[in-house]
């Protein structure tokens, strides 16, 4: 016993010392190409404080990046977001135990690293056309750290294939995920946010993100559910409430979407559903038509409803539904398409004297076009992907998006009603869903969206390959599946 305890003791010590190294190795390489190699002391004591964290959860250590997934503002000491340092811990601390042996590993299928392959590759031979560093102005938005980003998401997704899910796991993994989205609006609440310009934002704009919790209740839960507890229907009511108090049109959009399609996805509730649909519908006509005759709602609230006709605001006439400003950067967009097809405006490597120029007159002028222009935040995905890399990158990205929604609608019956997993693979299947709705109008930014599809549709797999390795062990054993 002894002899297994040094063994299994050693084994440890080793773990820790390849994951701090392996860890604080590649953060300082990446932030040096950035920012300059003055940060060795702090990257090695984030390191030391990662592995620490990882070796704590043992073989639940993806819960710490998950953690941070959901955490998307940028961090301290590092500038990493959330989801690059996430990527990171994840994809170093899953090649230490494989080295090591402690897990086992299991992968599902193939296709979909296949079809994300195409648009990994095209990004990817665009930069090497045009060569561009880390180091852009000092920002981490800009450049080369673009490029960065999605490598990082599909390399993670890549090893989210290899890791099954227990429906515990499951569990923790949403659970966790939500948390994290939740310490990200109290850090933005209780910190504050600013805009591109480096002016503070409106603090009620910084409760948008609390949509994927009101999403989380929406999948978890039945309609019926939701009423009838006092607890989910009191966080369901609060998210959500905040959502739409956020003024933010598409986190709303989003929240409703999801509400209305669940039940109809997993054949359950339906009937309730409508009725409840039909008496939110009475109400916002209410509410709605005694706008601006019987009472004045916050102009917030009011901004998140603004794709309804209404007595609005006067100031929504610049920022309601149907302002110029997406028509504009559509417009924009297709210039750049038509002048090169194939690659667009070079990825994310624009001339540097270019760059400095447009960024100055951003900042000096407000032209808020020419910032989104330069952030790649075009407002519809596949006509910002094609002005920044070309028509094959947004063929590429439709290539995969349409293997993600096969992938969701084939499986989303195939776990047992009402487990963790089925909650897991749902919700994570809807966070890609309702966004790719939003695709066409109001979302679309070239790195940020594979990024985050490429983490969710890695968890959307984790639940399923831990379902098939359930089913081979309860065949092994001859026991009926659950």
């Given at each position: 016993m002894a002899r297994k305890a040094d063994v299994a003791l050693q084994a440890k010590i080793l773990q820790v010392g390849f994951v701090v190294v392996f860890i604080a190795v590649v953060m300082y390489s990446v932030r040096s190409l950035m920012f300059g190699s003055g940060m060795l002391v702090k990257l090695v004591a984030l390191g030391l404080i990662s592995a620490a964290i990882v070796i704590a959860l043992d073989e639940r250590y993806w819960l710490f990046s998950i953690l941070l997934f959901g955490f998307s503002s940028t961090l301290p000491v590092v500038k990493f977001t959330g989801a690059e340092l996430g990527s990171i811990i994840l994809i170093a601390t899953f090649f230490v135990r494989m080295a090591l042996r402690r897990d086992i590993f299991v992968f599902r299928s193939k296709r979909l690293i296949w079809a994300a392959l195409p648009f990994l590759a095209w990004m990817c031979l665009v930069w090497s056309m045009n060569p561009v560093g880390m180091n852009i102005f000092g920002s981490s938005s800009i450049g080369g750290r673009f490029y960065l980003k999605v490598i990082l998401a599909f390399s993670a997704m890549v090893c989210l294939f290899f890791i099954p899910f227990s429906d515990k796991d499951c569990k923790h993994a949403t659970v966790t995920f939500v948390m994290g989205n939740v310490?990200?609006?109290?850090?933005?609440?209780?910190?504050?946010?600013?805009?591109?310009?480096?002016?503070?934002?409106?603090?009620?704009?910084?409760?948008?993100?609390?949509?994927?919790?009101?999403m989380f209740f929406l999948c978890r839960y039945s309609a019926a559910d939701i009423l009838s507890r006092f607890w989910v229907f009191l966080g369901f009511l609060t998210t959500f409430g905040l959502t739409v108090f956020?003024?933010?049109?598409?986190?709303?959009?989003?929240?409703?979407?999801?509400?209305?399609?669940?039940?109809?996805?997993?054949?359950?509730?339906?009937?309730?559903?409508?009725?409840?649909?039909?008496?939110?519908?009475?109400?916002?006509?209410?509410?709605?038509?005694?706008?601006?005759?019987?009472?004045?709602?916050?102009?917030?609230?009011?901004?998140?409803?603004?794709?309804?006709?209404?007595?609005?605001?006067?100031?929504?006439?610049?920022?309601?539904?149907?302002?110029?400003?997406?028509?504009?950067?559509?417009?924009?967009?297709r210039e750049h398409i038509a002048e090169n097809p194939w690659f667009g405006d070079q990825g994310f490597s624009m001339d540097t004297e270019e760059m400095a120029w447009t960024y100055s007159?951003?900042?000096?002028?407000?032209?808020?076009?020419?910032?989104?222009?330069?952030?790649?935040?075009?407002?519809?995905?596949?006509?910002?992907?094609?002005?920044?890399?070309?028509?094959?990158?947004?063929?590429?990205?439709?290539?995969?998006?349409?293997?993600?929604?096969?992938?969701?609608?084939?499986?989303?019956?195939?776990?047992?009603?009402?487990?963790?997993?089925?909650?897991?693979?749902i919700y994570f299947f809807m966070l890609c869903a309702v966004s790719f709705v939003d695709f066409f109008y109001a979302g679309g930014h070239t790195a940020k969206t594979p990024e985050r599809w490429f983490v969710w549709v890695g968890l959307m797999a984790a639940a399923c390959v831990g379902r098939e390795e359930e089913r081979r062990i309860m065949a092994r054993r001859g026991m009926p599946e659950a």
């Open positions: 310490l990200f609006v109290f850090r933005s609440v209780l910190v504050g946010e600013q805009d591109q310009f480096g002016a503070p934002m409106a603090t009620h704009y910084q409760y948008a993100h609390l949509y994927y919790v009101a956020s003024g933010n049109r598409h986190s709303v959009g989003e929240a409703v979407l999801c509400g209305a399609t669940v039940p109809f996805l997993l054949k359950r509730d339906r009937l309730r559903t409508l009725v409840l649909m039909g008496f939110v519908a009475f109400f916002l006509a209410v509410v709605v038509s005694g706008q601006g005759r019987l009472w004045d709602l916050p102009y917030s609230i009011q901004r998140s409803m603004s794709f309804l006709p209404g007595k609005w605001d006067y100031r929504l006439d610049e920022y309601g539904f149907n302002d110029n400003f997406r028509a504009t950067l559509r417009m924009y967009a007159q951003t900042v000096n002028t407000g032209d808020i076009y020419s910032l989104h222009i330069l952030s790649r935040n075009w407002h519809n995905v596949w006509l910002g992907m094609a002005a920044d890399f070309g028509i094959p990158l947004s063929v590429a990205w439709a290539l995969f998006s349409g293997a993600v929604l096969v992938f969701g609608l084939r499986d989303c019956r195939a776990f047992p009603p009402g487990s963790w997993r089925e909650t897991a693979f």
